[in-house]
């Protein structure tokens, strides 16, 4: 039987934001991971300078060796529809790889690893957990994603009746002659909505990387819209024609959309597992990370002592941060106010204002402080 102070099940950016954190305070942390790192993950790779932030990643040791696109403005509209162009006079988000970023972040945190091997069970042993009956720890943390196991532990009832995001997404290298025909600028993303306003499109090129996908509120005219997207950018000449079709999915929970329990006696979630992607904007890396960062304060207080009423400061952090599950920070726009925004998704200043600083850069809301 193998012993550590904490279990993270799954090295996404919140399970290694998490690690990072607390083996900064040495405790000593494994991580679990069903996948071998380098891998892939379903997502157009946009980042916000808070995550940078928070992280303290070195920008120049990072861009050294990966793909960190600087964006410095957007082209916004509506599938079909005019689009606007938003320039800032500073970089206000970053385009990454995933399976860069991640790796990059997994590596950093200093925890011990075990890699290509998923959580299967959980015990209770008196005050501590056995995970596959062969590693005993006081404390689970969940970090497995939308369909993480810990979650489904705790009682979440996963794809069943949650209403989750259904995205679909592509990255791939670019040949000399799709890099001609591409007319998305590495520095400007293009997003979008679809002309019910119940999800949107983007096309995100990093460096030779081009990045298209679209997510929706509803998976049954998923493969529809993405068709209709793809084609509407093939025929306004924005990317090449012989893109490639095999499109990834993947599901997520939008933050008060559906409410998981955040933690139990020995056990917290975070990231996609706790269900907190911004409602606005469908940005989960932001809150996976300050999940992660909010829970390793939690516990390091919490010092050994890990019984539910311990870790409930942890749920208070996240309330104070993105509003309680009921009434989410910055919630969804009501149907009336969806309605008004398709008809001014041209106009600049409410581009600019509302759906760019306010829904999609949380321009309002600094970086997380950790000490
Ligand atoms: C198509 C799409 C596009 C997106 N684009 C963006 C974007 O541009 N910017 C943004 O901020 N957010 C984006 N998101 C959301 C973002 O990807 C997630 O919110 C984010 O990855 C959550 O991080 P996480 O660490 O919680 O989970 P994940 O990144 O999903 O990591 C979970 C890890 O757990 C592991 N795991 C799963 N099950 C098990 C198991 N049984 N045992 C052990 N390990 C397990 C997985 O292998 C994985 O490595 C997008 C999502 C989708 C679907």
């Known amino acids: 039987m193998e012993n550590c102070d904490a279990l993270i099940v799954g090295g996404g950016p919140a399970g290694s934001s998490c690690a990072w954190q607390l083996r900064s305070h040495g405790l000593d942390v494994m991580v679990m991971d069903k996948s071998t790192f380098p891998r892939d993950k379903v997502c157009a790779g946009w980042i916000t300078p808070a995550?940078?932030?928070?992280?303290?990643?070195?920008?120049?040791?990072?861009?050294?060796?990966?793909?960190?696109?600087?964006?410095?403005?957007?082209?916004?509209g509506l599938i079909d529809g005019g689009d606007v162009e938003t320039r800032y006079p500073t970089t206000v988000s970053y385009g990454i790889r995933r399976r860069e970023l991640d790796n990059y972040l997994l590596q950093r945190s200093g925890a011990r690893l075990r890699q290509g091997e998923a959580l299967k069970s959980l015990q209770r042993d008196g005050t501590r957990w056995i995970a596959n009956g062969a590693i005993s720890t006081p404390l689970v943390i969940g970090a497995g994603g939308h369909f993480c196991p810990v979650a489904r532990f705790m009682g979440a009832k996963l794809g069943a009746t949650e209403p989750a995001i259904a995205a679909k997404e592509i990255e791939f290298e670019m040949t000399p002659a799709q890099r001609d025909d591409c007319r998305v600028r590495g520095d400007t993303p293009e997003l979008y909505f679809c002309p019910d306003l119940k999800g949107y499109g983007w096309c995100f090129r990093k460096g030779n990387y081009l990045n298209i996908g679209l997510g929706r509120e509803d998976n049954h005219l998923l493969s529809e819209q993405l068709g209709n997207f793809c084609d509407f950018l093939k025929q306004r000449g924005r990317i090449p024609r012989d893109i490639p079709d095999n499109f990834h999915g993947h599901a997520y929970l939008l933050y008060g959309h559906s409410v998981r329990k955040q933690l139990d006696d020995g056990m917290l979630l975070v990231g996609d597992a706790a269900g907190l992607a911004y409602p606005q904007s469908g940005e989960g890396i932001r809150p996976a990370v300050e999940s992660g960062l909010m829970a390793a304060a939690t516990i390091i207080e919490a010092n050994g002592d890990y019984r539910r009423q311990q870790l409930q400061p942890y749920a208070n952090r996240l309330a104070a941060r993105f509003g309680t599950a009921a009434a989410p920070a910055g919630a969804d726009p009501s149907p009336l106010r969806k309605f008004l925004a398709g008809k001014l998704l041209g106009n600049r200043w409410f581009t600019r204002h509302v759906v760019l600083d306010r829904w999609f850069l949380h321009a309002n809301q600094a970086a997380l402080q950790t000490t």
């Open 51 to 76: 995550v940078t932030e928070a992280l303290q990643l070195d920008h120049e040791d990072y861009a050294r060796r990966h793909v960190m696109q600087p964006i410095t403005a957007f082209r916004t």
